[in-house]
């Protein structure tokens, strides 16, 4: 017995180092594998990251790169221009859009074909672009202008001035083009001031020429000029017939709507411009089901602009 304890210990002691030599080279291989797995993990996952960061806190400069402006597109969406319609034709605008992600699913879910005007430089304007332009929605750049109860009513970033000069103004509005390049025209947003103003809308129609934009005049204001100096210089336009939304109230919403249908029967076609408001969601959802018994059509805003003069 006492023999067979020694050789024990010593078959022991000749083993360990052995044992610890193995186990060394093996522990640091599974510590270096761990690092590399870690590492392609969060190279993997970080432009994922920011991606979203940028979603979220979209600034007023666009950082992420953003697609060529599809002139030939536009273009196409301007020749099928009065067509001798059938029936009437109405165009829904809603405008505010690019301030909130849900107000925009929730409109994108409305069964109408109706025109997404989106502000510029917002946090969620190009997410909101993107949306619509999937649905292959008709996207506008919604203009944002000095009104007449400026400072109360900010336009926002990005707004146009009536102090602001020629070449601001048309510097402005080649960054709100470049960054809403899925946009086939623009209509104001706000602009009581500004659009009384003919040397003030030149260049920003000018601008919105060269790149085969129409404009809508919202006609925030009686005395906007902004229609007839498109008109003069060259661009596609049109006016807006009912603001369908200034009292948010679902049964005076859609009485806004028949009258719309109205001016459409009686002219053969008609412009409304609405919001984002719950109250306006609900009013569409129930117009939606509507329009075969109103003998009425909607089509994309570009379908009703006047050509301009030659």
């Known amino acids: 017995m006492a023999v067979k304890k020694h050789t024990s210990k010593r078959s022991t002691k000749k083993k360990s180092p052995e044992k610890n030599s193995l186990t060394t080279p093996w522990l640091a291989s599974l510590f270096l594998l761990i690092l590399l797995v870690a590492g392609g993990y969060m190279m993997l996952n970080w432009p994922k990251q920011a991606i979203r960061q940028d979603i979220k806190s979209e600034p007023a400069t666009v950082r992420q790169p953003l697609p060529p402006r599809p002139q030939q597109q536009q273009q196409q969406v301007l020749v099928i221009e009065h067509l001798q319609p059938k029936r009437p034709h109405i165009a829904i605008i809603m405008d505010d859009l690019g301030l909130s992600k849900p107000m925009a699913q929730q409109a994108l879910a409305i069964d ?113 000029v902004a229609y007839a100096e498109a008109q003069r210089l060259g661009v596609p336009s049109a006016v807006r017939d009912v603001f369908l939304d200034n009292v948010r109230e679902v049964e005076k919403i859609s009485e806004q709507l028949q009258r719309l249908v109205d001016i459409a029967h009686r002219n053969g076609s008609a412009i409304g411009i609405c919001h984002p408001y719950p109250q306006t969601i609900t009013a569409l959802q129930l117009f939606s089901g509507q329009l075969e018994a109103l003998e009425i059509d909607i089509v994309p805003v570009a379908q009703l602009v006047q050509p301009a003069p030659q």
């Open 112 to 224: 109408l074909p109706f025109t997404l005007s989106i502000i510029p430089a917002r946090n969620y304007s190009q997410l909101v672009m993107q949306l619509a332009h999937q649905q292959q929605r008709e996207i506008l750049i919604h203009i944002p202008m000095e009104p007449i109860s400026y400072p109360r009513n900010n336009p926002g970033p990005l707004g146009l001035f009536s102090h602001n000069s020629t070449e601001e103004i048309a510097k402005t509005m080649r960054i709100m083009i470049e960054q809403l390049p899925y946009a086939t025209g623009g209509n104001n947003h706000m602009g009581s001031a500004f659009t009384q103003h003919a040397d003030k809308m030149e260049p920003v129609l000018l601008e919105m020429k060269k790149n085969g934009l129409f404009f809508i005049d919202s006609l925030t204001s009686s005395k906007s």
